[in-house]
């Protein structure tokens, strides 16, 4: 491993917690953790925005984002793929949220952040919040990248389904690369296992994390799923990230000014 473990962070917007204390216990140890409550609608593009100002401080230069349903299996497998994204320049990796999984179906050219690394160290150059957030939007025809050869064809390349996708097409659009890993299902059930370049198994991800101990039928799955996990060698204890009252009052001031913005943009149309 060439990059530096100590400049390595892993960060989880946790929306069930009781899941997150036995999931932990199987992530790469001797890297920085960080953790933020995932509760109120705290998720998707704001926790991003979030953890990006938060993570300044850390000196950071490259941060996966694993969700608390996510099951690490081959460590190294990690760390060899960071080295690989820091050797080639990547600025994100992970699974495509089209074309890779029977039912999940929408943008083959943006991830799903259930895993995803993202290099700091390049987005910090050139990031710029209100730019971000502005790039929620596809042109026909924009993209010249190869969707071929994918499991299914089920994608939706005009897809804007998520809210996140902004960060992601942000990216794109400054010219910087994203790397996509495979992923299947080993079972005829929603857990995915991720592969990592050289197409080794490198994480389980189960999906489905609200309905741990509230639905049986997902909790014995994901219960035999962590059973499966590669226990880290260290007692791992996070960092959590906590939102302060200033942190909502511009969080609503944002919201409200957009809401403003759109409002009067429709009324100049009509």
């Known amino acids: 491993m060439t990059t530096p ?44 925005t979030f953890f990006l100002d938060k993570l300044k401080k850390y000196n950071i230069d490259w941060l996966i984002m694993a969700d608390e349903d996510v099951i690490f299996k081959d460590h190294n497998g990690v760390f060899e793929l ?39 160290k390049d987005i910090y150059k050139i990031y710029d919040e209100e730019e971000m957030r502005s790039n929620q939007f596809i042109d026909e025809g924009e993209f010249d990248l190869t969707v071929e050869g994918l499991p299914f064809n089920n994608y939706q390349v005009d897809s804007l389904f998520e809210p996140y996708y902004c960060f ?4 794109l659009r400054k010219g910087r690369k994203i790397k996509y890993v495979n992923g299947f299902n080993p079972e005829n059930n929603e857990t995915t296992i991720v592969l990592n370049h050289n197409d080794k198994e490198i994480l389980y991800h189960t999906w489905y994390a609200r309905l741990y101990n509230k639905d049986e039928v997902h909790t014995e799955r994901i219960n035999r799923i962590i059973n499966k996990g590669l226990l880290s060698k260290k007692k791992v204890k996070p960092i959590i990230l906590k939102k302060h009252k ?9 919201q409200w000014n957009r809401i403003i913005n759109k409002a009067t943009l429709l009324y100049k149309l009509i």
Not at 19 to 43: C, H, R, V, W
Not at 168 to 171: C, D, E, G, N, R
Not at 246 to 254: D, R
């Open 82 to 120: 960071i080295d690989y994204l820091s050797t080639n320049n990547y600025s994100a990796c992970g699974m495509r949220d089209g074309g890779m999984l029977k039912w999940r179906d929408q943008n083959p050219y943006l991830l799903n952040t259930f895993f995803a690394i993202l290099n700091l």
């Open 246 to 254: 200033i942190h909502w009052n511009k969080l609503i001031k944002k």
């Open 168 to 171: 992601f097409l942000w990216l």
């Open 5 to 48: 473990k100590n400049k390595i962070g892993i960060i989880t917007t946790v929306s069930n917690w009781k899941l997150y204390k036995k999931t932990i216990k199987f992530f790469p140890s001797e890297i920085q953790i960080f953790a933020m409550d995932g509760s109120n609608n705290f998720f998707g593009i704001n926790s991003i």
